[in-house]
């Protein structure tokens, strides 16, 4: 190259570098030149009034009330609130600046519970505990994760042969079935549109979800509870990707062994109970198909599954007319929505055990109960007009197989023999 060319080449060099540094001074200049956006003010006056009477003033004066508006309120005692207030308070506690008092513990507590009883908007919550409503989203968002990490053990699956009969037994008390070990069910929650999700979370009906599989006890307890398959998934594929199911198929629960039910000579494994939107299988009992006779052995078997698996209904049911929020859509990414679902129902089962909550949470009639002279449905039911979530799994048609047919058979030939019961003939 001679120095002609390199002039050439030196120059266009420079004529390049020139264009590019007024672009970037262009950039600059537009950036220093624009207004940034100023707050209004630094606290609107409803929330200054804190200063006076804020939310933890609130709560004072409503446990003073002796008409338990406390317990309303936060949809516990007042003595099962300060526990929890000891045991999350270290995780969400924060510090006071120079500018401003940091929302007490006791605050941020109530603040996640009135969220959770009643499904209020975060703006809706701003103007009651006079905190802005990205406040109260924060409060929510991490007091729900504490909870988890805090109640966490509340849902525990049993881990060998003899918790596992305990579930058994109690089942075979209260809900006259044998070997019966939990039962089965599932539900979507409703959920606004995720950014950049496409059709990931639509479910059957056309609404975005996710959902939440639980394994319930016979008294009104989760075993275990599986939130945050995206809606999309089919109903049956959403309980093949649990864990438990993969237990269930690898024989890996530590169930008992196999046994004989009272006259018949074929051992029976323990079984949970589930409807027809989950597979048949030796280990998962369904009901029959179709419609039967009176005294038919099939429509005897149908109502004592039925009447076992109503209490996995009653679960979902008591849950969700305490924890409001489950009965609307939540307008909340995935991630935040199973939190809160996972929530509560760990606070359900606290809540349940609690000696001093448990009449609070689940009062006198909340159950459905079976008399000699007819059905009560439980107080839960008469208050589901205004659910728009937690929408029922669809139901998924299996061929049965023989292992599974010959298991619901004998069950089945059991329940109407020497497994009867006085009040059957009423119902079946």
């Known amino acids: 190259m001679n120095l002609e060319q390199k002039k050439i080449v030196v120059c266009g060099s420079f004529l390049l570098m020139s264009e590019e540094f007024k672009k970037l001074k262009s950039i600059m200049d537009n950036k220093k030149n624009k207004k940034c956006k100023t707050r209004r003010w630094w606290m609107i006056s409803l929330n200054k009034s804190r200063l006076r009477y804020d939310g933890s003033d609130m709560l004072e004066d409503l446990r003073r009330e002796p008409s338990g508006k406390f317990e309303n309120f936060c949809r516990m005692s007042a003595t099962d609130f300060e526990y929890l207030i000891n045991k999350v308070g270290p995780l969400i506690v924060k510090t006071d600046t120079t500018m401003r008092k940091a929302i007490p513990v006791q605050e941020r507590l ?17 103007f009651l505990f006079k905190i802005s409503s990205q406040t109260v989203s924060r409060c929510v968002h991490e007091t729900c994760i504490a909870l988890i990490e805090i109640l966490k053990y509340e849902i525990k699956i049993p881990t060998n042969c003899e918790e596992w009969s305990k579930v058994s037994k109690e089942y075979d008390e209260k809900w006259n079935f044998p070997q019966c070990v939990g039962s089965i069910d599932g539900k979507h929650i409703i959920i606004q549109s995720p950014i950049h999700s496409g059709s990931e979370f639509i479910n059957y009906k056309g609404t975005f979800s ?14 275990y509870a599986n939130i945050g398959c995206q809606g999309r998934i089919s109903d049956g594929g959403v309980f093949r990707n649990t864990s438990l199911f993969k237990k269930i198929e690898e024989n890996d629960l530590m169930l008992p062994p196999d046994q004989l039910l009272p006259s018949s000579e074929i051992p029976t494994p323990y079984v949970f109970v589930a409807d027809d939107a989950f597979t048949f299988s030796p280990r998962i009992m369904k009901p029959y198909s179709g419609t039967y006779e009176r005294g038919r052995a099939e429509r005897a078997f149908n109502y004592r599954l039925s009447r076992a698996r109503r209490v996995v209904e009653n679960v979902f049911g008591i849950m969700s007319s305490v924890f409001r929020v489950l009965r609307k859509p939540m307008l909340l990414e995935p991630n935040k929505v199973s939190n809160i679902a996972l929530a509560c129902a760990l606070l359900h089962n ?9 009449k609070i949470y689940t009062p006198q009639g909340t159950f459905d109960m079976e008399t000699a002279e007819t059905d009560i449905p439980g107080s839960w039911r008469q208050d589901r007009g205004d659910i728009t979530s937690l929408l029922p799994l669809r139901n998924v048609p299996r061929r049965p197989g023989a292992e599974a047919q010959r298991i619901r058979n ?9 497994g009867k019961v006085p009040w059957q003939d009423k119902y079946c």
């Open 110 to 126: 109530a603040v996640t519970l009135r969220f959770l009883a009643t499904g209020d908007s975060f703006k809706s919550l701003s």
């Open 410 to 418: 004998a069950f089945a030939d059991y329940f109407t023999t020497v």
């Open 350 to 358: 606290f809540l349940r055990k609690s000696n001093t909550s448990k």
């Open 210 to 223: 996710v959902v939440l599989m639980a394994l319930v006890d016979a008294n009104y307890c989760f075993l």
